[in-house]
């Protein structure tokens, strides 16, 4: 079933290029809208990623989303999957994918151009901050780039971060990294907004009901719908302050 929803779905699918690979890219909402570039779990592109991709493109005036392929094709079901496909990913290439994606919206009608991520898609999207020129913005959920990929003292975009008071992914979305993060970003005088969520885990956005059911398989009990739309308030604030204006 999931392959033939996918099939109708209101993406468009597109090839981007870069260096001498090219990759998969879905696309949704308004051709003259600013970009924002959503970046996928370890899980892949799967429904959770497309999930918030639409909603992003209806968000306010309306944006045009696009998520890279970043694991060509491959999807994981299952933790140890997903797992797999993280630890063989190539973290640089994963950057250059995500630059290639912004340089594409921005010569597809997208004057301004955001990233935003997820779990791994957080950390490389505040990594993208730091190593692809061209974007205006960031909005990080649960995850950091590790030192040896990027120091996020020297971003060149303001950074919005958001993590789960209960996260337990230690040196990757715990509280004490998302601290020792905003302690950076302050010093380095980046624009910064750094947000812990009470009560909330990891991966705490995923509010579909598939990826609360997955949430619930991996031990991740918490819900908290409020905490869920405050996260989206402040992403909308965020995107819309620096790629409308």
């Known amino acids: 079933m999931a392959s033939s929803a996918a099939d109708s779905s209101p993406f468009k699918k ?6 001498d690979t090219t990759f998969d890219a879905y696309v949704i909402g308004k051709d003259d809208a600013p970009g924002i570039v959503v970046v996928q779990e370890w899980w892949g592109v799967d429904f959770e990623i497309k999930n918030n991709a639409q909603k ?8 045009k989303a696009l998520i890279p ?6 999807v994981g079901l299952e933790v140890a999957e997903a797992q797999h496909l993280m630890d063989g990913l190539d973290w640089q290439g994963a950057v250059k994918d995500i630059e290639a994606s912004v340089n594409w919206l921005k010569a597809n009608g997208s004057k301004k151009v955001g990233v935003t991520g ?3 898609g957080g950390a490389l999207s505040i990594a ?7 974007v205006d913005a960031v909005v990080a959920f649960y995850g950091v780039p590790s030192p ?6 020297q971003a060149k975009a303001p950074v919005q971060a958001h993590f789960g008071e209960l996260d337990g992914f230690v040196g990757f979305s715990d509280p004490e990294t998302a601290k020792a993060l905003e302690q950076k970003l302050k010093a380095a005088g980046v624009p910064h907004e750094v947000y812990i969520y009470p009560g909330l885990s990891h991966a705490f956005m995923n509010s579909s009901p598939e990826g609360e059911e997955r949430r619930k398989k991996m031990g991740l009990n918490d819900k908290d719908d409020a905490g869920v739309e405050l996260a989206w308030s402040r992403f909308r604030s965020w995107m819309k302050k620096y790629l409308t204006s």
């Open 14 to 19: 597109v090839q981007i290029q870069r260096d």
């Open 56 to 63: 992003i493109s209806q968000f306010d005036g309306g944006y």
């Open 69 to 74: 392929d970043l694991y060509r094709g491959k």
């Open 118 to 120: 997820y779990c791994m």
């Open 128 to 134: 993208s901050s730091v190593l692809a020129p061209g």
């Open 148 to 153: 040896g990929l990027a120091d996020p003292a």
